[in-house]
């Protein structure tokens, strides 16, 4: 099966699953290993058998390869032989009955309350102008309030801030959309920049540049603040706030909306909602963070739990 057939194999998965674009990267990188992995054992897709696929997971295992990293090279090489099977390429398909590593369950880190005020207060001083400053600000109360994925957060269209909203339309994975509710401090911080934004995007169009539909303009390629960047950002306010830059990303602020909302008192359905889980059996993993948090409390401050 040659390069073409993979290309075809992913875009077809584009278009009739509607896969994330960083899900179609990381298969594409996969199914090139495997391909290469193939060629130097001079086989190819089309004459792998089910050992092949064995032995190249057992390869994956000893390069060092996380459990999560290998069980998603099964499931593409397993989709693309589903595909070929479909598609009349094949008459079989070698992984089907071939059981993944599993993953390793880590709990996600997270932050206390505390820390999430140190990184608000910091966005709100950290810039080199005050542009930057009430950017820094919404950006970090949205994340906190919504518990956005950085890719959701930083292609906001501006369509969606318009208008003083109570609730936020967010394009998840797979082009799902889901509302969001937005807490005072965030419509606050939103409405400030979007003045701001507005004001930079009409000098902007005075100087003949097209305008952005992005809440968050870039003149770089994609129109938008890059993940990258706004990771980036995010350690600078770390260190600003005199959180440890080892316990921020912007996944965190994510664990720490779901854990405060779950630790006061909020149901698993509605925060699987909220985080646009399409199984809320991936939300309980929040249900373990609380409850390894509470049993630091206890031992760290029952009477009993201490020596002596």
């Known amino acids: 099966m040659t390069a073409t057939r993979i290309q075809a194999f992913l875009e077809a998965q584009a278009a009739e699953l509607d896969a994330a674009t960083n899900t179609q990267l990381a298969y594409a990188r996969d199914l090139k290993d495997f391909a290469e992995w193939l060629e130097r054992r001079t086989c190819d897709f089309e004459r792998a058998t089910r050992e092949d696929v064995e032995q190249y997971l057992i390869y994956c295992d000893a390069q060092g390869l996380a459990k999560s990293t290998r069980a998603r090279r099964l499931s593409a090489i397993k989709q693309l032989y589903r595909f070929a099977f479909e598609e009349g390429w094949r008459t079989d398909n070698p992984a089907i009955q071939i059981k993944g590593p599993g993953r390793d369950k880590h709990l996600p880190k997270t932050l206390d309350v ?14 080199r102008s005050d542009m930057d400053r009430l950017r820094n600000t919404c950006l970090m109360e949205l994340l906190y309030a919504t518990g ?10 501006v369509s969606a801030a318009r ?30 920049w979007l003045i701001a934004r507005d004001d930079a995007e009409d000098t902007a169009r005075t100087a003949g540049l097209a305008p952005s ?12 603040l890059t993940r990258h960047r706004f990771y980036t950002l995010i350690k600078e306010l770390a260190v600003a706030g005199g959180v440890s830059p080892e316990k921020v990303t912007p996944h965190t602020l994510r664990h720490a909306f779901a854990t405060h909302l779950l630790a006061n008192g909020a149901d698993l359905r509605s925060i699987q909602t909220l985080l646009g889980h399409a199984d809320v059996a991936t939300t309980e993993i929040y249900t373990h963070v609380l409850d390894e948090r509470l049993k630091e409390l206890v031992l760290e401050n029952h009477p009993l739990a201490k020596d002596g």
Do not use: N
Not at 115 to 125: G, T
Not at 148 to 157: A, D, Q, T
Not at 167 to 189: F, N, T
């Open 213 to 224: 539909r992005h809440l968050f303009p870039s003149r770089g390629k994609s129109g938008h």
């Open 163 to 192: 208008g003083d909203p109570r609730m936020l339309l967010i394009m998840g994975k797979g082009g799902k959309e889901r509302m969001v509710p937005l807490s005072p401090p965030a419509r606050e911080a939103l409405a400030r």
């Open 148 to 157: 956005m994925r950085v890719s959701e957060l930083v292609s906001l269209p």
């Open 114 to 127: 505390m820390e999430v005020d140190r990184l608000l207060a910091a966005a709100r001083e950290t810039g």
